[in-house]
């Protein structure tokens, strides 16, 4: 515990109790590091950039530096990331643009393996975990519980609903509903992600309804926007059907990702 001789922690810098400062770290004035953070060596803490409660970060992590936007200025922008995080070695988050949200968020209990990065004004929900070298690009949102894939890549502006799968090397340009399971280059849904929903406990009745509501969403026949009040009516009490059909419905500027047509037309593989 404590900070090493070697560590730089500016004049500002607010410190929780607790926290445990590795050697070679830098931490600059605008930085706060909340009860128990521990960063681990070599890692650098800068902007106005806030550390949640007992999150932990390993060597050459930059958190704060400045987003990689040619129009930033060094404007007063922050970073935002919750509480029991693991972060790992060259993981990288930058600060918000103040054309965007001029922050960018983590949420709690997220895990950022190696090499994972999140670009300026993304937000991320609670536990979500990022494979090695996992990439987002600007103002991304994802949502609780997603898992990205190894060398994955996500375009800006683009949304990954709840309990979503990202799978290895998928390059992602368009926003993907909650619950899919999204794969390739370029990504197209693969169905659901039923091991996740069942590593979370979701019921044997509630994936059916799931599984019953995209194949009526993605079939052929109606129009999508009839498909999709068809599946509002029928699941309007389901919580987690209609988490999809909120999330088709919200503003956005990316299209929406859908099964290979073939499978589409055909209803085949619509898990």
Known sequence: MGIHPTAIVEDGARLG???????????????????????????????????????????FAVIGGPPQHLGYRGEDTRVKIGAECIVREHASVNLGTPSGRGETVVGDKCFLMAGAHVAHDCIVGSNVIFANNATLGGH??????????????????CRVGSYAFIGGCAAVPTDVIPYASATGNHAQLSGLNIIGMKRRGMSRAGIHDLRAAYRLLFSDGASFQERLESVASRYAQNEDVMRIVNFI????????MAPPRKQWAAGENLE
């Open 17 to 59: 109790e607790g926290v445990s400062i590795g050697p070679f770290c830098r931490v600059g004035a605008s930085v706060r590091l909340c009860d128990g953070v521990e960063l681990k060596s070599h890692v650098i803490i800068d902007g106005r950039t806030e550390i949640g409660a007992r999150t932990v970060i390993h060597p």
């Open 140 to 157: 991304v949102a994802i949502g609780d519980h997603v898992f990205l894939g190894g060398l994955c890549a996500v375009h800006q502006f």
């Open 249 to 256: 419905k919200e503003d956005t500027r990316r299209p929406l």
